[in-house]
């Protein structure tokens, strides 16, 4: 193969490594509450604005940001959950809490709330990109055969790969991760068995926030991207491997979102640059079509 | 509410006419010529846009995120008809319905399937490779930099560009529009099109053809957003490909829901409001889509049903509560 390909192959594992942690935050809220949160690409933006204000605060090192950032991301999933779902969730019986009015209101809050937190950070911050303090960026190349990586690509490799792992130790081997599983399962199961809904809900969606708010931190350093709107395309790319992945499958997401980044990161050979952000959307139409269950999905809830 | 019902009987069509071509034309020249003229007819625009949306959102049932898109499509119909083969008014029209009618139909074809939030994120999609396909055919749509110098209004070579005629030319459009939407939801159709939004397996259970009715409204609703595009084209001058993107998609949605899904007072009321509200918040600048995101959270958390709902939509229109009628 030639180094071309082949660093186009890396190329596109790292930004699908990107999507992928978004998706898994998106996967694991979706499993829970059937809701899709919209708000997810405003975590996303305000994990990237989070690590810019700390560093340049305190420029502390590497790691200390990862923490302080996925503290940041749950701090703000317990938020969002609070705002934007909970409210509307006030009847607990099985018809509305199913229904597909509370479905299109979550998503319409979660929206809601999303547009002003973008807006507002972007009357706080502006619309522009962000100045990144030059030693703070992950783009110190090294050179690997005939590939030439940077040191955010080993970055976000193993943040993935240790997330991934961590992610399975909590769903697999915790309390909290069986209660996840269950009301992903049956909400109504797991209400009637004794299991505190609310709470899980909540630890849910600090998992799934503080994951998003990682990969807005590794993007944004990594590409040197920060600004308000950088959450849009991301997100709604990671949604599109979530729904591939066959919605409640979280290794399907991550082969979906791999699967995006390396045909994105491809596709210049072959088309001209600017059909690139095409792909996703047409991803999503043949699936939605072709596969409504998703390409691993197991049972078809949806046509 | 009973004196809103009173408006509403007959002479509810009259009142509305007279206040739409005769009171608020004369207020507006009251005021000046230039800005609140300009406000008017993009409040009116947002108003088909609003009626539309709310055709296939709220009655139909059919959540669409990708509306702004076929907004788009009438717009650069309009646009690139009159710049290049410096066509009319009428003949726009049309094409931009055409146009925007049988993309969406075509668009609807494999997504009509899809229930609830996944019809949602198809149409979201479906807007974005839109609004990309625009975007990137330069040579059609000259890209990013939009078309410039698009004619005014003009009809059967009379030109109608003065702000004044141009108001009467957009209020009359949207009359025409809010009259067919008003027909086609208030009617056995419209029925059965909230049939379909209720239970769309018990609705061909009782014979209707679920699958042709959606793709219909949805290319019915399409086709009026075309019209708003052709008029917003006439009335600006000026297209590019940022106008028609995901927030105004939002925007639309939101008037639907802050008037109420399924209403059609409640979508008017709605477009009116969510125009005219930020542009009275003009003066603290970059506001305005916080307001709508405001607008939209509060009313979702605090008026589920919109400010007209849509039971109380029904006696405001008919003066009564409905009642079944024999088919």
């Known amino acids: ?303 | 509410m009973d004196r809103l019902n009173a408006m509403a009987r007959p002479y509810g069509v009259v009142v509305l006419l007279a206040v739409v071509l005769g009171v608020i034309p004369a207020v507006l020249a009251a005021v000046g010529l230039g800005y609140p003229f300009r406000l008017a007819q993009l409040t009116m625009i947002f108003v088909i846009l609003s009626v539309s949306l709310n055709l296939v959102s709220g009655v139909a049932g059919l959540l669409s995120l990708g509306h702004a898109a076929f907004y788009g499509v009438g717009a650069y119909t309009a646009a690139l008809l009159s710049t290049r083969f410096g066509t009319d008014l009428p003949v726009n029209l049309v094409a931009s319905a055409v146009v925007a009618g049988v993309i969406g139909f075509l668009v609807a074809i494999p997504t009509i399937r899809l229930v609830r939030i996944f019809f949602a994120v198809a149409t979201l999609s479906v807007g974005e490779i839109v609004i990309l396909v625009i975007t990137n055919w330069y040579d059609l749509t000259r890209g990013p930099m939009g078309v410039r110098d698009i004619p005014g209004f003009r009809v059967l070579g009379f030109d109608l560009g003065s702000p004044l005629q141009s108001y009467y030319v957009v209020a009359v459009v949207t009359l025409l529009c809010v009259w067919v939407v008003h027909r086609l939801s208030h009617s056995v159709y419209g029925n059965a099109l909230r049939a379909l939004r209720e239970d769309d397996q018990a609705a061909g259970a009782m014979g209707l053809n679920v699958g042709m009715m959606k793709l219909v409204i949805f290319a019915i609703s399409t086709a009026l957003a075309g019209v708003a595009g052709a008029l917003l084209a006439h009335s600006t001058n000026f297209i590019s490909p940022d106008m028609f993107r995901l927030p105004e998609s939002i925007l639309i949605l939101t008037m639907v829901v802050v008037g109420g899904l399924g209403s059609l007072p409640g979508a008017v009321l709605g477009a009116i409001i969510l125009i005219i509200l930020p542009e009275l918040g003009r003066d603290f600048g970059q506001l305005r889509m916080v307001l709508v995101g405001l607008v939209l959270f509060l009313s979702i958390l605090l008026m589920p049903k919109g400010i007209i709902g849509e039971v109380a939509a029904f006696d405001l229109l008919r003066g009564k509560p409905s009642r079944p009628k024999a088919p």
């Not at chain 1, 749950?74 to 959950?81: D, K, P, Q, T, V």
């Not at chain 1, 973008?118 to 009357?123: G, V």
């Not at chain 1, 909400?187 to 009637?192: H, N, Q, V």
């Not at chain 1, 996703?280 to 072709?290: G, Q």
Request: aromatic share 12%.
């Open chain 1, 1 to 303: 193969m030639d180094a071309v390909l082949l660093q186009g192959i890396a190329n596109g594992l790292s930004l699908g490594l990107c999507y992928a942690l978004i998706a898994i935050g998106f996967t694991l809220i979706f499993g829970v509450l059937n809701a899709v949160n919209f708000a997810h690409s405003e975590v996303y933006m305000l994990g990237a604005f989070a690590g810019l204000v700390i560093i340049q605060a305190f420029a502390p090192p590497f790691m200390a940001v990862v923490f302080l950032v996925a503290a940041v991301g749950a701090f703000l999933g317990f938020g969002l959950e609070r705002i934007a779902f909970r409210p509307l969730r006030r009847a607990r019986d099985e018809a509305s809490l199913k229904s597909r009015a509370l479905r299109e209101a979550t998503l319409m809050s979660s929206l809601a709330v999303g547009i002003l937190v973008r807006e507002l950070a972007e009357l706080r911050f502006g619309g522009d990109m962000q100045p990144i303090p030059s030693g703070a960026m992950l783009n110190t190349p090294i050179a690997v055969g005939p590939v030439i990586l940077t040191t955010g690509d080993f970055y976000i490799f193993g943040m993935a790969a240790a997330m991934l792992l961590l992610l399975q130790f909590l769903l697999y081997r915790t309390k909290i991760g069986l209660s996840i599983r269950a009301l992903s399962d049956d909400l109504i199961g797991a209400l009637y068995v004794g299991i505190n809904t609310d709470r899980v809900i909540v630890w849910t969606f600090m998992i799934g926030s503080s994951f998003g708010a990682l990969a807005g931190l590794m993007v944004g350093l990594y590409y040197g991207t920060i600004f308000p709107y950088m959450g849009f395309a991301p997100t709604l790319k990671a949604f599109i491997a979530m729904l591939m992945g066959g919605l409640n499958n979280i290794p399907g997401a991550v082969l979906c979102a791999l699967l995006i980044g390396l045909s994105e990161s491809l596709a210049p050979e072959i088309m001209p640059t600017r059909w690139v952000d095409l792909i996703a959307y047409v991803f999503l139409l043949v699936t939605l079509i072709f596969f409504p269950a998703g390409i691993f999905g197991r049972k078809a809830e949806r046509v």
